[in-house]
């Protein structure tokens, strides 16, 4: 069910979840209820309890939404933050990142979810979300990039990618094949770094990883999660299920 899972705190977990768990999205043709029994086993398996994840509506924009409380639909926004609202980002291909801030008062954390496709990446959705949990009181900030297709993978045309360059420089890269492409992992890496947020782990390509999700590899396929929540009874140390 989980890729990989780890105590990024005490007390405060991050995952990525595999195929094995199915798929997670409600906009793929899949039977609703499925999907909403699949998301319920997960919110098991994180020891959730009565509570459960908080999904987006992601449209590959930068806007960020807060989460506090009971909220009863999914915003539209590609990032989330809460203080300490358990929250998911979908992807099958694009960049998830989970981020979990610890305020310098003390108090709950401060976690944040985000979906970084070429458009977010490019729209500065990542700087965006750390923003908001800065003003939530996040002081120091971890962050850890879930498995996204690859630069050597992901091939676009050389315009796209001369668009994406000029605003974030680390994107640019050359397929396997030589075609031009776009490395988002390192554009994003280079937006944290530059937020003064700490990289603390980075996933591999799902095109090449079948045990993934993959909107390249199949259009017609499912999504994975990035997940982060707080209180789980799961051991500590990082986990590799399959």
């Not at 086993?41 to 930068?62: C, I, K, P, T, W």
């Not at 915003?75 to 992807?91: C, E, F, R």
């Not at 709950?108 to 458009?119: E, I, K, M, N, T």
Request: hydrophobic share 45%.
């Amino acid at each position: 069910m989980f890729s990989w899972r780890t105590e990024a705190r005490p007390g405060v977990w991050v995952a990525f979840t595999d195929a094995d768990a199915g798929n997670l999205a409600l906009h793929v043709g899949d039977d609703p209820a499925e999907v909403r029994r699949r998301r319920r086993e997960l919110d098991l398996a994180a020891g959730l309890g009565s509570r459960g994840f908080h999904y987006m509506n992601q449209v590959h924009g930068h806007e960020v939404a807060t989460i506090a409380g009971s909220v009863p639909a999914a915003p539209t926004a590609d990032a989330m933050v809460s203080a300490g609202q358990p929250l998911a980002v979908m992807v099958a291909d694009c960049v998830p990142v989970v981020l979990v801030g610890e305020q310098a008062a003390g108090g709950a954390p401060v976690l944040g979810a985000v979906h970084a496709g070429r458009p977010g990446v490019a729209s500065g959705v990542v700087p965006a979300a750390v923003a908001r949990m800065r003003e939530l009181g996040a002081a120091e900030i971890s962050a850890w990039i879930g498995p996204s297709i690859c630069g050597r993978c992901y091939e676009v045309p050389a315009g796209m990618r001369a668009d994406v360059v000029a605003i974030v420089p680390a994107t640019w890269c050359s397929t396997s094949r030589g075609t031009p492409g776009l490395d988002l992992p390192a554009g994003v890496c280079s937006q944290l770094e530059a937020a003064g947020v700490r990289v603390e782990y980075s996933g591999g390509c799902t095109l090449e990883d079948e045990k993934l999700f993959s909107y390249r590899r199949n259009s017609n396929t499912g999504r994975f999660a990035g997940l982060v929540w707080t209180g789980s009874p799961l051991g500590a140390g990082p986990r590799h299920d399959g």
